[in-house]
């Protein structure tokens, strides 16, 4: 009896094991990030001297930021603004992640700031643009958290 539990405790285990192994979980943040995303929503935060003093959540109903990564570097940027009464296109000439950062060049040679990578999965991905300054000896920080999800 001890040895049919025993066999039926091990055989659950390599069953479990096995199940496991299946699952691809060693896809690099470049592999994740290849594909088509849509902005879902946007977090709006702005700083002064490290306060929070401003802060707003958008969804992204009748405006929406696309974001398509090549797998070969390359890409396109589309923000569709009032329902697709306006629709800009930017083309990425190379894109790469550093560490934690995505850091976009287009076609233009403008160099986009780095964004943070807050998440990245198959289907969801974060990223934080930041744009800081001083004025009036007032040092400024302005946050804008982008929600994405993969189409």
């Known amino acids: 009896m001890k040895r049919g539990i025993f066999?039926?405790?091990?055989?659950?285990?390599?069953?479990?094991?096995?199940?496991?192994?299946?699952?691809?979980d060693s896809?690099?943040?470049e592999e994740l990030l290849v594909g088509k995303w849509k902005s879902t929503k946007v977090d709006y935060l702005e700083y002064e001297n490290g306060k929070l003093v401003y802060e707003e959540s958008q969804k992204c109903i009748s405006w929406y930021l696309a974001m398509d990564f090549r797998d070969n570097g390359t890409g396109t940027i589309v923000e569709n603004e009032d329902g697709g009464a306006e629709v800009y296109v930017e083309e990425i000439k190379s894109w790469t992640i550093m560490g934690e950062d995505l850091i976009i060049t287009f076609d233009s040679g403008e160099?986009?700031?780095p964004s943070e990578i807050i998440e990245l999965?198959?289907?969801?991905?974060?990223?934080?643009?930041?744009?800081?300054?001083?004025?009036n000896n007032i040092k400024l920080r302005y946050e804008a958290i982008y929600y994405f999800t993969k189409i």
Do not use: H, P, Q
């Open 27 to 29: 896809a690099t943040k």
């Open 121 to 135: 999965n198959n289907k969801s991905m974060i990223l934080k643009f930041v744009d800081e300054e001083t004025y």
């Open 111 to 113: 160099v986009d700031e």
């Open 7 to 24: 066999f039926m405790l091990s055989l659950c285990m390599l069953m479990l094991c096995g199940m496991s192994s299946c699952r691809d």
